[in-house]
């Protein structure tokens, strides 16, 4: 679906209670295991974070880190296939699994007394998996129909793709986190067990621990799991910067949709160095023109010009990959997609001639602070946000002085970065109804 701007809330959530400790150990394997205490219920979240998606494939091998995450709970010799999660369930908990194009990442959440139990299992899987051909075939038909059910017939999964396919021109770059449909007709097994050979290694893996715990016995207890098990060295990585885009492209597919749908894309640099400054200013743009209700997106072309029925745009300033500040719409009745487009760049525009008052850029502040009042109350997105940090390439040590720099962005600095970003070229992508 298209991305909102979870950076800004998830940044802003990672201020948790002042009594909170947070501990760290890297085991004698290279694996990272960081540990938050947060003791106002007697629950933990468990995050085991590998470094590793759909950017690490290559042409003709497209899905295998999604595959690979749906085969993690087909079995070890000592936990048969199904067995992982019915475990967890009859420790009153919840697992769950994600891939995208930087990580996968697998999760639990459940009553901390079990924590003991849920890391064992973990370290298990990360070492022991042995799937069968016939589960992997099995798989292979829901994966296929999950592509045909978030892709294919899915307006959001199809503008991302479409996206990526135009905007991008590495394969790597370009090649959507599921996987090609006819990838997906062709991988074997022994794809998938090579795999999780290659990239499933203790230094590649990051395990994140928030809840009523002592950081310093979870720490121990990981050490015992986990520090044993056998390292190895990573496949080259790819090298997914992209060429400079010199033209506009365009494209136009369709799906499943009563009206066309509109999508541009604009190449922006991802955070790389925690003293970067262009990407905090897209960060606080994007806020201004879609943080709220009230930004002005929503005011101006939705409830005030009405040329669009709803639009929305997006920017993820933490990934390892190559990334795009996205505007994404509905045009109104009578609305050509094109003029969608120009009142997307128009609003942009706007600000680059007059700029933000410091009123809008207070209101923006003022969201990422309650966001952060929010987050405290969550477990989970104060794991998601030590994963996050560590998956591309900073530490979880680094959450505030992100959000001060990000925070600290003055109205000038947006003002510069909306004349930048009009000059870059676009891609501009338009789903249109399928015929009847």
Request: aromatic share 6%; no cysteine; proline share 6%.
């Given at each position: 679906m298209?991305?909102?701007?979870?950076?800004?809330?998830v940044l802003a959530a990672s201020v948790v209670p002042a009594a909170a400790e947070t501990q760290s150990r890297v085991l004698a394997n290279g694996m990272k295991v960081i540990v938050r205490e947060d003791h106002r219920a007697p629950v933990a979240v468990t995050q085991l974070w590998f470094k590793v998606g759909s950017a690490d494939e290559h042409a003709g091998k497209t899905g295998l880190s999604h595959a690979l995450e749906h085969m993690m709970f087909k079995g070890t010799p000592t936990v048969p296939a199904g067995e992982f999660s019915r475990r967890i369930s009859a420790l009153g908990g919840s697992d769950n699994a994600f891939t995208s194009r930087n990580e996968t990442v697998y999760h639990q959440e459940f009553a901390v007394g079990s924590l003991p139990q849920v890391l064992e299992l973990e370290a298990d899987r990360m070492v022991n998996l042995n799937f069968s051909d016939a589960d992997f075939e099995n798989e292979m038909k829901v994966i296929r129909e999950e592509r045909r059910l978030t892709t294919d017939n899915d307006p959001d999964g199809k503008m991302w793709e479409q996206i990526n396919?135009?905007?991008?021109?590495?394969?790597?770059?370009?090649?959507?986190?599921?996987?090609?449909?006819?990838?997906l007709h062709t991988l074997k097994p022994e794809d998938l067990r090579?795999?999780?050979?290659?990239?499933?290694?203790?230094?590649?893996?990051?395990?994140?621990?928030?809840?009523?715990?002592?950081?310093?016995?979870?720490?121990?207890?990981?050490?015992?799991?986990f520090g044993s098990l056998p390292d190895h060295p990573l496949p080259a990585r790819n090298d997914l910067t992209e060429p400079p885009q010199t033209a506009n492209r365009s494209a136009r597919s369709t799906a499943p949709v009563s009206s066309p749908v509109v999508g541009l894309a604009i190449q922006v640099p991802a955070l790389r160095k925690v003293d970067d400054k262009l990407p905090y200013a897209l960060n606080m743009l994007a806020d201004v023109l879609d943080g709220s209700m009230s930004a002005r997106i929503e005011r101006?072309?939705?409830?005030?010009?009405?040329?669009a029925v709803e639009a929305s745009m997006g920017y993820d300033m933490l990934t390892r990959s190559p990334d795009v500040l996205l505007f994404s719409g509905t045009p109104a009745p009578n609305v050509k997609p094109e003029q969608l487009t120009a009142a997307f760049l128009n609003e942009v525009r706007q600000?680059?001639?007059h700029g933000v008052s410091e009123e809008e850029l207070a209101r923006v502040r003022n969201r990422s602070l309650a966001a952060r009042e929010f987050g405290k109350d969550s477990m989970e997105t104060q794991a998601t946000n030590?994963?996050?940090?560590?998956s591309a390439g900073f530490s979880y040590t680094d959450e505030d002085e992100i959000l001060r720099r990000r925070l600290a962005?003055?109205?000038?600095?947006?003002?510069?970065?909306?004349r930048w970003l009009l000059a870059q070229k676009h891609t501009t992508v338009v789903l249109y109804p399928e015929s009847k």
């Amino acid at each position: 679906m298209f991305r909102s701007l979870l950076v800004a809330a998830v940044l802003a959530a990672s201020v948790v209670p002042a009594a909170a400790e947070t501990q760290s150990r890297v085991l004698a394997n290279g694996m990272k295991v960081i540990v938050r205490e947060d003791h106002r219920a007697p629950v933990a979240v468990t995050q085991l974070w590998f470094k590793v998606g759909s950017a690490d494939e290559h042409a003709g091998k497209t899905g295998l880190s999604h595959a690979l995450e749906h085969m993690m709970f087909k079995g070890t010799p000592t936990v048969p296939a199904g067995e992982f999660s019915r475990r967890i369930s009859a420790l009153g908990g919840s697992d769950n699994a994600f891939t995208s194009r930087n990580e996968t990442v697998y999760h639990q959440e459940f009553a901390v007394g079990s924590l003991p139990q849920v890391l064992e299992l973990e370290a298990d899987r990360m070492v022991n998996l042995n799937f069968s051909d016939a589960d992997f075939e099995n798989e292979m038909k829901v994966i296929r129909e999950e592509r045909r059910l978030t892709t294919d017939n899915d307006p959001d999964g199809k503008m991302w793709e479409q996206i990526n396919l135009n905007a991008y021109a590495k394969p790597e770059n370009r090649a959507p986190v599921i996987g090609y449909e006819t990838d997906l007709h062709t991988l074997k097994p022994e794809d998938l067990r090579q795999w999780y050979r290659a990239w499933y290694a203790p230094h590649n893996a990051t395990l994140v621990v928030v809840g009523d715990v002592k950081a310093g016995e979870v720490l121990d207890n990981a050490e015992k799991l986990f520090g044993s098990l056998p390292d190895h060295p990573l496949p080259a990585r790819n090298d997914l910067t992209e060429p400079p885009q010199t033209a506009n492209r365009s494209a136009r597919s369709t799906a499943p949709v009563s009206s066309p749908v509109v999508g541009l894309a604009i190449q922006v640099p991802a955070l790389r160095k925690v003293d970067d400054k262009l990407p905090y200013a897209l960060n606080m743009l994007a806020d201004v023109l879609d943080g709220s209700m009230s930004a002005r997106i929503e005011r101006n072309l939705v409830r005030g010009r009405k040329v669009a029925v709803e639009a929305s745009m997006g920017y993820d300033m933490l990934t390892r990959s190559p990334d795009v500040l996205l505007f994404s719409g509905t045009p109104a009745p009578n609305v050509k997609p094109e003029q969608l487009t120009a009142a997307f760049l128009n609003e942009v525009r706007q600000i680059a001639e007059h700029g933000v008052s410091e009123e809008e850029l207070a209101r923006v502040r003022n969201r990422s602070l309650a966001a952060r009042e929010f987050g405290k109350d969550s477990m989970e997105t104060q794991a998601t946000n030590i994963g996050s940090l560590e998956s591309a390439g900073f530490s979880y040590t680094d959450e505030d002085e992100i959000l001060r720099r990000r925070l600290a962005v003055s109205a000038e600095e947006v003002r510069e970065t909306a004349r930048w970003l009009l000059a870059q070229k676009h891609t501009t992508v338009v789903l249109y109804p399928e015929s009847k």
